[in-house]
């Protein structure tokens, strides 16, 4: 298992997104107008400038080794958990799966992570609208992202990137045919939004409404026979 070392660089000068630089850059600069205009505008320019620069962290994660293994592609809070259809637009017909979502808020972490191992059989971009992400009719309505995937077990899931009400660019760098690992890095979403997982029929989510997922370490499901030995060790 991947180990990580832990240290007070890694809280007040963590790793940053490579989405993130111009941003800052951005946000520095407009700081040093203001601070010329009004030293209280300054100030605010440099709390901004700062919360900017954390939006963007980019921390290593500890993916669980497990078969079979389901993991939370991103950070934030269980917001919803249903029984749905895949997203009409992969063409994956009527077979039922439990959608769970995953809503980021401008305080999470917001590079987004494979959530199983396999490979990536599709990727469709869907331009749309940006309601609150809260929102259920956000995962038909607002811009997303939607990749299905093959895992290694021969399942078929799919995760969806869904912009919200302030998130106005997702970033989404898999495309078909590459192979992830369960916790890999292959996007993410400016500035708070969802992300989505369709679990095949027969596999239950492990997490409840509420609780709080750490992208690439919480575990979702199981896909396995094993899965409910796995009820319980849930991050």
């Known amino acids: 298992m991947k180990s990580i070392n832990i240290s007070w660089r890694n809280y007040l000068l963590p790793n940053i997104h490579s989405e993130g630089w ?18 209280p ?31 939370s592609p991103a950070d934030g809070t269980v917001q919803m958990i249903a029984k749905v259809k895949a997203p009409e637009e992969l063409k994956m017909g009527d077979q039922e799966f439990t959608r769970v979502s995953i809503f980021m808020s401008v305080f999470n972490v917001h590079v987004n992570r494979a959530p199983a191992e396999g490979k990536i059989t599709q990727s469709v971009y869907v331009p749309g609208k940006f309601f609150n992400a809260t929102l259920d009719k956000a995962s038909k309505d607002n ?23 302030v998130a106005r660019r997702i970033v989404c760098d898999a495309v078909p045919g590459q192979e992830y690992k369960a916790g890999e890095r292959f996007g993410m979403i400016r500035f708070g939004s969802r992300l ?11 997490v409840v409404l509420g609780q709080t997922m750490v992208a690439g370490e919480s575990i979702l499901a199981n896909l396995g026979s094993n899965a409910k030995e796995m009820q319980g060790v849930i991050r």
């Open 22 to 39: 111009r941003f800052i850059g951005i946000f520095a600069a407009v700081t040093a107008l203001l601070a010329i205009i009004a030293e």
């Open 41 to 71: 505008l300054g100030w605010i320019g440099l709390v901004l400038t700062v919360w900017c620069y954390y939006f963007f962290r980019d921390p290593e994660r500890v993916t669980p080794v497990v078969d079979d293994v389901v993991v």
């Open 143 to 165: 811009e997303r992202q939607l990749l299905a995937m093959k895992t290694k077990s021969g399942k078929d899931i799919c995760f969806v990137q869904i912009a919200g009400l």
């Open 196 to 206: 989505d997982v369709y679990l095949p029929a027969g596999v239950e989510p492990q």
